[in-house]
């Protein structure tokens, strides 16, 4: 059986700022918007959110995002936090890698990476950190490392480098939707089928995926 076409009456195809496809539906006064985002090999821009407290840390930090840059070619686009609640409250599942200092005055990285764990499993974590043991907690929320301060750009870059190149394995096509205001991800090979009713769209994902 087909599925329902639904009442589309207006479609148009284009792509997005980082050139890639998208197209937009409008079902009977209600649009909706559908990315299609390639992620193989490392994408043309790494989204990376930097959290710290600490003003001259965060600058150093960045300066070091951007000697990293400068030296391997990568590419990021930075989005700075001075505190975790900043980036834990109403998280958006918008990032590759996530830069988050652990002793800060709102809330501390640990509980921000317990929340952002809530609604995001694959984002890359590395902790900041004056202390190993608050990093050995780390592992408990999935983060890939941690780094000591005072920081080295050596052990920065070493880091850095592990968490680019896991960004680069992993090889999967995302559906973005966009609707209501809400930005929706899915992994295009959880889906199997689709079908459309009247002004819903829906998608029928794998069994455990």
């Known amino acids: 059986m087909r599925p329902a076409v639904g009442s589309v009456s207006r ?5 997005d700022k980082n050139g890639n496809p998208r197209l937009s539906l409008q079902f009977s006064g209600e649009r909706v918007t559908f990315g299609i985002k390639t992620k193989g090999g490392v994408p043309d821009m790494i989204r990376l959110a930097l959290v710290e407290d ?3 840390y965060r600058s150093q930090l960045r300066e070091y995002i951007d000697k990293y840059s400068a030296v391997s070619g990568e590419k990021f686009t930075v989005a700075e936090f001075s505190d975790g609640d900043e980036i834990a409250l109403g998280y958006k599942a918008v990032y590759d890698i996530i830069l988050m200092d652990i002793e800060m005055k709102f809330m501390d990285g640990m509980m921000a990476a317990e929340e952002i764990r809530k609604v995001d499993t694959e984002v890359i974590i590395i902790f900041i950190t004056n202390s190993p043991q608050y990093a050995i907690k780390g592992y408990a929320v999935d983060a890939l490392d941690y780094v000591l301060k005072p920081v ?5 870059s070493q880091r850095l480098g592990r968490a680019v190149e896991r960004v680069a394995r992993r090889a999967r096509h995302f559906l973005q939707i966009n609707a209501h205001g809400t930005a929706h991800k899915l992994d295009t090979s959880a889906i199997y089928g689709s079908r459309t009713a009247g002004m819903t769209w829906s998608f029928t994902r794998r069994k455990g995926r």
Do not use: V
């Open 11 to 15: 479609r148009q195809r284009k792509t």
């Open 152 to 156: 080295s750009y050596y052990a920065f």
């Open 54 to 56: 600490d003003e001259l």
